[in-house]
């Protein structure tokens, strides 16, 4: 599966959008970019998917560049409950194993 | 629905020990995922059963951990004899057969630690 990067860290102000970026250049014609995200120590919580097309559900928003290799997803209005660490994850649909790797912690600050 | 049960939540053993985690996966999901995060590392994947059957189990450390899921429902992961580099928190996941639904869905984790 293709590897992610993403930034280490990023604030955001309470209210305001979060745009989280996510790198993968190296992503195959059939992985789909996952997003998940882990508050605290508890279990990692998936967000949204995308192949190719923008995804939005009640949670996020997923806008994924037209050469696939960038993708950002969009907190439309953080709150101080959206302070977690966020992973970008490309994996192939039939839900093989996940690469996590390090994620970006999001401060949502007041 | 319920979400994916993991027991216990947390475990203190002895070096040497075994310990048995246990994972309730939404029912009817056949797909059921092991993952773990050590200190200060990255989640790690484990092990990947459909139904009863070892999809695949790359992930597993080494011969001291054994992950069963006798009729395909529940998992167990045991872990013996347990070491010190075993502590982190046990992630079990679940996801239908059917993926169109999306991710996959994590319980909260065990936190095991191994004095």
């Known amino acids: 599966d293709a590897k992610t990067t993403q930034p280490t860290s990023m604030d955001c102000a309470e209210g305001r959008a979060a745009n989280l970026p996510c790198n993968h250049s190296?992503?195959?014609?059939?992985?789909?970019v996952y997003w998940y995200r882990q508050i605290h120590s508890q279990g990692p919580q998936y967000i949204i998917h995308?192949?190719?097309n923008n995804e939005t559900n009640e949670m996020a928003s997923l806008i994924i560049t037209e050469d696939r290799k960038s993708s950002t997803l969009i907190l439309p209005h953080a709150t101080l409950r959206d302070t977690a660490v966020y992973y970008c994850?490309?994996?192939?649909?039939?839900?093989?194993?996940?690469?996590f790797g390090s994620g970006t912690k999001l401060n949502v600050k007041p | 629905e319920a979400g994916v049960t993991q027991f216990p939540s947390h475990s203190v053993i002895e070096k040497g020990q075994t310990v048995t985690l246990r994972c309730d996966p939404i029912?009817?999901?056949?797909?059921l995922y092991w993952y773990r995060r050590v200190m200060g590392k990255e989640i790690k994947f484990l092990l990947h059963?459909?139904?009863?059957?070892?999809?695949?189990e790359s992930g597993m450390p080494n011969n001291r951990f054994l992950a069963e899921r006798t009729g395909g429902t529940y998992s167990t992961l045991k872990v013996q004899p347990a070491e010190l580099e075993d502590s982190g928190v046990y992630f079990c996941?679940?996801?239908?057969?059917?993926?169109?639904?999306?991710?996959?869905?994590f319980g909260s984790g065990t936190r095991l630690t191994v004095v």
């Open positions: 996941a679940s996801s239908p057969l059917d993926s169109s639904a999306g991710g996959y869905t």
């Open positions: 190296t992503i195959s014609g059939n992985e789909y």
């Open positions: 995308g192949l190719k």
């Open positions: 994850i490309v994996s192939q649909y039939n839900f093989n194993k996940f690469y």
């Open positions: 029912s009817g999901h056949d797909n």
């Open positions: 059963f459909v139904k009863e059957s070892k999809q695949d």
